[in-house]
């Protein structure tokens, strides 16, 4: 108890004796000994750190977070076979409707219904996005767009360079096709006999198209495919078992080949577009090696999404300019 309270407390006892009597000094100094004795006893020492109970003034340590390596090849194994279950039962819908997806006409196959497999299609990748948006994450322990890098940011703040990039690939593609040999009808065209189907086939191809096969391809094939390389020719050390487990970083060398495998299924969704003509699907395998370099070198699916859609849609544009707006389509056939 500090001087001040031992005054208070000696004049207050002055203040309660009767007159005449003198108080003796001692006995104040006394009380002052005997009530610092009794404050030591009732404030305790302060806990230490380690004492104190969680949560009370210490931030709780955040946990450890360990780089994961997604999407792996069973995850884009499941997506793709997915992706193949809802196309056949839209199909087998159109079929059990009595409209056959495809018919043989002069020795050639030709897509029937045009309007209608758009929309078995469009249905196919919509399902298949939504599902997926909602099922990765449960997986993942992250979001669906995180865990794919889809990364919008980094393609916003290039969208210039990667929308110059898709209509200089697509000028380049359509000088090097003007000199490949190819029949006069190809079953692409049966999605432009009217105006209003090449209209439609013009909003597929540029918005849902791109945004479902970069997330197939560039999204999760691209990833599995280096994923599973490194994990196959990884050494089996304890050092190189925690180098693994710790990072997550792709050998250029997986990445070359999850590149050329990626572009390769690529080219073959698109081979009954083309009448598989070899030529063409080389093309369409250079195409893909130049998106899945987009794709790596931003880190961004979205990047890569904006240039397929960029070079899809100056193709069409070239058609609306040839057609007039798609008003004379017989002029495609000339």
């Given at each position: 108890m500090s001087l001040l309270n031992s005054k208070i407390i000696s004049g207050?006892?002055?203040?309660?004796?009767?007159?005449?009597?003198?108080?003796?000094?001692?006995?104040?100094?006394?009380?002052?000994?005997?009530?610092?004795?009794?404050?030591?006893?009732?404030?305790?020492?302060?806990?230490?750190?380690?004492?104190?109970?969680?949560?009370?003034?210490?931030?709780?340590?955040?946990?450890?977070?360990?780089?994961?390596?997604?999407?792996?090849?069973?995850?884009?194994?499941?997506?793709?076979?997915?992706?193949?279950?809802?196309?056949?039962?839209?199909?087998?819908?159109?079929?059990?409707?009595?409209?056959?997806?495809?018919?043989?006409?002069?020795?050639?196959?030709?897509?029937?219904?045009?309007?209608?497999?758009?929309?078995?299609?469009?249905?196919?990748?919509?399902?298949?996005?939504?599902?997926?948006?909602?099922?990765?994450?449960?997986?993942?322990?992250?979001?669906?767009?995180?865990?794919?890098?889809?990364?919008?940011?980094?393609?916003?703040?290039?969208?210039?360079?990667?929308?110059?990039?898709?209509?200089?690939?697509?000028?380049?593609?359509?000088?090097?096709?003007?000199?490949?040999?190819?029949?006069?009808?190809?079953?692409?065209?049966?999605?432009?006999?009217?105006?209003?189907?090449?209209?439609?086939?013009?909003?597929?191809?540029?918005?849902?198209?791109?945004?479902?096969?970069?997330?197939?391809?560039?999204?999760?094939?691209?990833?599995?495919?280096?994923?599973a390389y490194d994990w196959l020719s990884l050494p089996r050390t304890p050092?190189?078992?925690?180098?693994?487990?710790?990072?997550?970083?792709?050998?250029?060398?997986?990445?070359?080949?999850?590149?050329?495998?990626?572009?390769?299924?690529?080219?073959?969704?698109?081979?009954?577009?083309?009448?598989?003509?070899?030529?063409?699907?080389?093309?369409?395998?250079?195409?893909?090696?130049?998106?899945?370099?987009?794709?790596?070198?931003?880190?961004?699916?979205?990047?890569?999404?904006?240039?397929?859609?960029?070079?899809?849609?100056?193709?069409?544009?070239?058609?609306?300019?040839?057609?007039?707006?798609?008003?004379?389509?017989?002029?495609?056939?000339?």
């Amino acid at each position: 108890m500090s001087l001040l309270n031992s005054k208070i407390i000696s004049g207050s006892l002055s203040q309660l004796a009767p007159a005449g009597t003198e108080i003796d000094s001692k006995d104040t100094v006394h009380m002052d000994d005997s009530d610092r004795e009794t404050e030591s006893i009732a404030q305790p020492e302060p806990e230490s750190a380690n004492e104190r109970p969680e949560g009370f003034g210490l931030p709780e340590p955040e946990p450890d977070i360990t780089p994961s390596r997604i999407p792996n090849f069973g995850q884009a194994l499941l997506f793709v076979c997915f992706a193949g279950l809802m196309l056949v039962i839209s199909e087998l819908l159109l079929f059990f409707k009595g409209d056959s997806p495809v018919a043989e006409q002069g020795g050639a196959i030709s897509v029937q219904h045009p309007k209608l497999q758009l929309a078995a299609m469009a249905a196919t990748y919509l399902t298949t996005l939504l599902a997926a948006w909602f099922f990765y994450p449960t997986v993942w322990r992250r979001s669906f767009l995180d865990g794919l890098r889809w990364h919008w940011e980094t393609a916003r703040r290039h969208a210039g360079k990667l929308i110059a990039l898709g209509f200089l690939l697509a000028a380049i593609v359509q000088a090097v096709t003007y000199f490949i040999p190819a029949p006069k009808t190809m079953p692409i065209d049966d999605f432009f006999l009217t105006q209003w189907d090449a209209w439609l086939i013009t909003l597929f191809g540029t918005l849902l198209a791109p945004v479902f096969e970069e997330t197939c391809f560039r999204g999760f094939l691209v990833p599995a495919f280096a994923i599973a390389y490194d994990w196959l020719s990884l050494p089996r050390t304890p050092e190189a078992r925690a180098r693994w487990q710790t990072t997550a970083t792709l050998s250029p060398a997986a990445l070359v080949l999850s590149a050329v495998l990626s572009s390769i299924f690529f080219a073959l969704l698109h081979a009954q577009q083309v009448a598989h003509l070899w030529a063409a699907l080389l093309v369409l395998f250079s195409v893909s090696l130049v998106l899945t370099f987009v794709r790596v070198k931003t880190d961004s699916v979205a990047s890569s999404a904006i240039v397929h859609g960029s070079y899809n849609f100056f193709v069409f544009l070239s058609l609306m300019v040839a057609t007039g707006g798609y008003r004379h389509l017989d002029r495609m056939t000339h």
